[in-house]
């Protein structure tokens, strides 16, 4: 058996390698160097860099890479060896301090929307010394930031280090107000809750728009999907739990925190959920944990579908950003304590949050933006598009206090009554119990649940870190300068609540009242991704990114472009994987079907039966309409496909593949999908959902 203690981090250049490995000095310098997030002396780098090579080479390793995480929504690596030729012809290994720190990869096919010519390909990876390098497949993965030649960021990693930096800058200010004095940093950290489906692989290989695009584009309800909810939570069937037991020990090896696996909703969904890390570090396993899936599965003859939506009819996939702030002392500065009330320090950092939420929520919801997101959000399993908070019956009782000026009066908690005495005996949770909340707080931490399953963390905590350090800012600026501090503070977090309590909701995100209520508060709703992108280039945008150095307004436009540009890529690839599937596939299994039936009844004319009262007619003549329907609509989505080349500009293209190209895809899939209940299941050309979804057993 297994010894997890003696697996994890087996496989990482962690405190504890460093520790035995490198001198004293070297040691304290590097520890240094994380702490203060100041580079490494070259002398230095050189002692750790050979340190680093010669522990990898133990485990059997040749070749180093810097992993980096470009803007095409994975990552990205340049795998070199260590060999380097010796004067008698052969080689030895070596892995030099410069070849740690900085890395010079082509940047020329990587998407950095405008931000350099193709023919200026050059682009920098520099160390990040405050995530550790690691093992995956027999190569040194050291974690980078990645920028241009002329020093743009090209990656998600350098804006999220940014943006860490600026929340522990401006937290620091309150807590100074506060009389700490102790504390030297502030981090802030993440648990993403991973959703995924698995499939069969051999079923998997059948679906064209499964491997080009990650959904499938076709697919008939079948007669059971998850009506009966018995798959949540349910017994985790063999295949599966294999699956999960290699996968966390892969995971384990990485360092990475896998710690809750379960089945979700819908057949054949699943989640995994890590405990907190520093959010830098928390993407990157992040990352890892998604490679990770998809490796494993096929090792077990499976597929691992990580899209947000890729079956319609049952729910999509997200991942719940578990994101709070906490000091290097150890105070959770999220945590209410005893009584929320008289947790004034407590109370200030909620009252930044729920400011920073409602003034900014547009760019919360750019922060989760993407074709797959937008089939997702508003769907009975994932909140509106409508950015709203929920805080909990408590909380919100306290809130109201402080608005009226009246006394809180703290409840005693109340005893859960089950009605079986030998049962233990336990309290109400009073904070999150409503799962239609976009952004929920849970305990000591908020909860962010409009992220799709596909999605970088680092994208999200960008947002949340800049606009949380954005009003913590406001708030020191007017506090640091109050003649009476207590009084000051008192009637600044009055002040906030009132004027931001609109953005809390408690309620059903999912009712109809709610939109027209979200709409009379003027709250956006943002459905889809062409809606929210202008957002993001917004002068309030740009002025809230420049002025805490996360973005550059060049660098904002590029990511902008980027993203439309991604948005119209996918749409235009599941329009071409549609027009082939129908056309080739679909449509000629229809008409071979068509076919057979009419050669019945022409066999039962030849014996002398009327045919008009026979009921393959009716059936012939569906189809018969059902073809024609199909042809109709393919020459209409190609029409519009054609079309996309008259649009002018990267908005008007994204907005034209909204308004005309997916309304033409779902009429095509509406009448193929009609033809699929119909088709004999020798005749059907794929997988159909029934299988896909209940294939592993």
Known sequence: MTSVPEIFGSMVFDEQAMKERLPKATYKLMKKSIAEGKPLDREVANV?????????????????THWFQPMTGVTAEKHDSFISPSEDGRVIMEFSGKEL???????????????????????????????????????LCIPTAFCSYSGEALDKKTPLLRSMEVINEQALRILRLFGDTTTTKVNTTVGPEQEYFLIDEELYKQ???????????????????????????????????????DLNEELWKLGILAKTEHNEVAPAQHELAPIFSTTNIASDHNQLTMEMLKKVAQKHGMACLLHEKPFAGVNGSGKHNNWSISTDTGVNLLEPGESPKKNAQFLLFLAAVIKAVDDYQDLLRVSVVGAGNDHRLGA????????????????????????????????DKEEMEIGVHVLPHFFKDT?????????????????F????????????????????????????????????FNKSLKALIKKTIIEHKRIIFNGDGYSDEWQKEAERRGLLNLRTTPDALPYFVSEKSIKLFTKHNIFTEVEINSRYEILLENYCKTLNIEALTMIEMARRSILPAVMKYTNSITETLTAKQGIGIDISKCKEKSIVEELSYITSSIIDNLEKLESAVIGVKDTDGMQAEADYYKDVVIPAMNELRAVADRAEVIVGDEYWPYPRYGELLFSIL
Not at 393 to 398: K, P, S
Not at 431 to 447: I, L
Not at 456 to 463: H, R, Y
């Open 48 to 64: 750790v860099a050979n340190a680093m090579k010669d522990w990898a080479i133990e485990r059997e390793v040749t070749h180093f």
């Open 380 to 411: 009975n399993e994932a909140p509106p598009a409508i950015v709203s908070m929920f805080v909990g019956d408590e909380l919100q009782q306290v809130l109201d206090s402080i608005e009226k000026g009246t006394e809180f009066e703290q409840k």
């Open 207 to 245: 679906r064209k728009d499964l491997i080009y695009c990650g959904r499938t584009l076709f697919g008939a309800k079948p007669p059971k999907g998850q009506e009966l909810e018995d798959h949540y939570f349910g017994t985790i069937k063999p295949r599966v739990k294999a699956f999960m037991k």
């Open 101 to 139: 720190i900085k890395g010079e990869p082509d940047a020329s096919s990587f998407p950095s929307g405008g931000l350099r010519a193709t023919f200026e390909a050059r682009g920098y990876t520099a160390w990040d010394p405050t995530s550790y390098a690691f093992i995956k497949e027999d190569t």
């Open 431 to 447: 904070t999150d119990r409503n799962r239609t909340s976009p952004f929920a707080f849970t305990g000591n931490k908020f909860e």
């Open 449 to 484: 649940r409009m992220l799709g399953s596909t999605v970088s963390v680092s994208g999200p905590n960008i947002v949340l870190n800049t606009i949380v350090a954005e009003v913590l800012s406001q708030f020191a600026d007017e506090l640091e300068k109050a003649p009476d």
